[in-house]
Nanobody, 117 residues
């Protein structure tokens, strides 16, 4: 019943920035574990950044120093600030949420990020 909706994707030139947002609806509890994943054609879906409880953010090596995941000002929202974007960052970005209150992980529909000159 919980739904995740991503926004903020688009076309950007190399070196540019984008800010993705994810909002969860239909949940009446705090979602402690939320993350961003991405998948490009021919590749497996990979974790980009995650917030696991209060342990601080974790990042894929490929985005460390460039991406920042944060909890939003609204409950059960997260953002992904992406700076110094590279063509290899091109992918569909998916929001993920996990909680002991859910029967399984929840996924958004994804938002396309294209980095090209």
């Amino acid at each position: 019943q919980v739904q995740l909706v991503e926004s903020g994707g688009g076309l950007v030139q190399p070196g540019g920035s984008l800010r993705l947002s994810c909002a969860a609806s239909g949940s009446f509890v705090v979602i402690h574990n939320m993350a961003w994943y991405r998948q490009s054609p021919g590749n497996q879906r990979e974790m980009v950044a995650a917030i696991v409880g209060d342990n601080g953010p974790i990042y894929a090596d490929s985005v460390k120093g460039r991406f920042t995941i944060s909890r939003g000002t609204v409950l059960n929202t997260i953002t992904l600030q992406m700076n110094n974007l590279k063509p290899e960052d091109t992918a569909v970005y998916y929001c993920n949420a996990q909680s002991a209150h859910f029967s399984g992980p929840k996924w958004g529909q994804g938002t396309q990020v294209t980095v090209s000159s």
